[in-house]
């Protein structure tokens, strides 16, 4: 009777296996934003720099927190400034069409 037991605990576990496999998709960092020529503003750079590299953003947001940090959004773009300089810069993303 043991072994009739542990033989359908077996099957049970070997069947229930099957259910929780997943894929996972793998994509390198540097690919994820996809090939772009884009030149971000890099951490430290000045708000004044920004301005005369990229123009006027397309929307100034006020300063939260303390320190204060202030987002800027262009069109493929945000930067964040704690005071007048770069902290971070991100690129929009922009789901692409898949072929299938």
């Not at 951490?43 to 947001?61: I, K």
């Amino acid at each position: 009777m043991k072994y009739l037991i542990a033989l359908f605990a077996s099957i049970g576990l070997l069947f229930s296996v099957n259910l929780v496999q997943a894929d996972t998709l793998k994509i390198p960092v540097g690919a994820q934003a996809g090939a772009s020529s884009l030149s971000l503003p890099s951490r430290g750079t000045s708000t004044q720099h920004v301005l005369q590299r990229h123009g006027e953003p397309q929307t100034r947001h006020p300063a939260v927190g303390q320190p204060p940090i202030t987002r800027w959004d262009y069109a493929d773009f945000s930067v964040y400034f704690e005071h007048n300089h770069v902290v971070h810069s991100v690129r929009h993303h922009r789901p692409t069409q898949s072929a299938e």
